[in-house]
């Protein structure tokens, strides 16, 4: 009953990796100039201060993982018969097996379509990140009741024809556990 399922690898999208570093870049830029500026009011220049080390800050970070990312040859996302593995952001899920997802699905937010796929153990998957990752997993889980989402933007393969390849492997996956539960009776 066990057919195997070929693995699908996903590179990240150079091209878009490079608009993102570049956007960042430009950011970082605007925060130098909102430091450095001295054209404006005092209590002006305190709060564009404010703000240039904020973007400065963000964006930098943006900038370093962008570019990193653009550079590496590491896989951005793969699908095989086990799981998947998920590197495709800063909140990515890393390593996934079927068995530990209790749905998928499509959804959208801020304009953005993005896939959801929701653990059976949240909390234990959760307590497996980082400190800031974790948070940033959490307010996400929150807002659309997916422990992973995962976003086009660091995809070669539409986000529709992701989704159908994760869809299939995960029902095969949980067709053999129903068949193997019923066989060992």
């Known amino acids: 009953m066990s057919t195997s399922y070929e693995q699908h690898v996903e590179y990240p999208n150079r091209k878009r990796m490079a608009l993102l ?6 950011f970082v830029a605007a925060g130098f100039f909102l430091i450095f500026d001295r054209s404006s009011v005092t209590n002006d220049s305190i709060l564009s201060g404010v703000i240039g080390f904020l973007s400065i800050l963000f ?8 570019l990193v990312k653009m550079i590496k040859k590491e896989p951005s996302f793969v699908i095989d018969e086990d799981g998947f593995v998920d ?7 890393g390593a996934v097996a079927w068995r530990d997802v209790e749905n998928i699905f499509m959804y959208e937010l801020m304009g953005q ?25 959490t307010v996400n889980s929150n807002m659309v009741d997916a422990t992973i989402s995962v976003a086009q933007s660091s995809l070669t393969v539409p986000l529709d024809q992701l989704y159908i390849m994760m869809m299939s492997h995960w029902r095969h996956v949980s067709d053999n556990m129903i068949y193997d539960s019923y066989s060992r009776r």
């Open 21 to 26: 570093t570049a956007g960042a870049a430009l």
């Open 59 to 66: 964006f930098g970070l943006c900038f370093c993982y962008s």
């Open 87 to 93: 590197a495709s952001s800063y909140t990515a899920g």
């Open 113 to 137: 379509k993005m896939i959801g796929v929701k653990l059976r153990d949240e909390k234990a998957f959760l307590d497996r990140q980082n400190g800031m990752k974790r948070k940033l997993m």
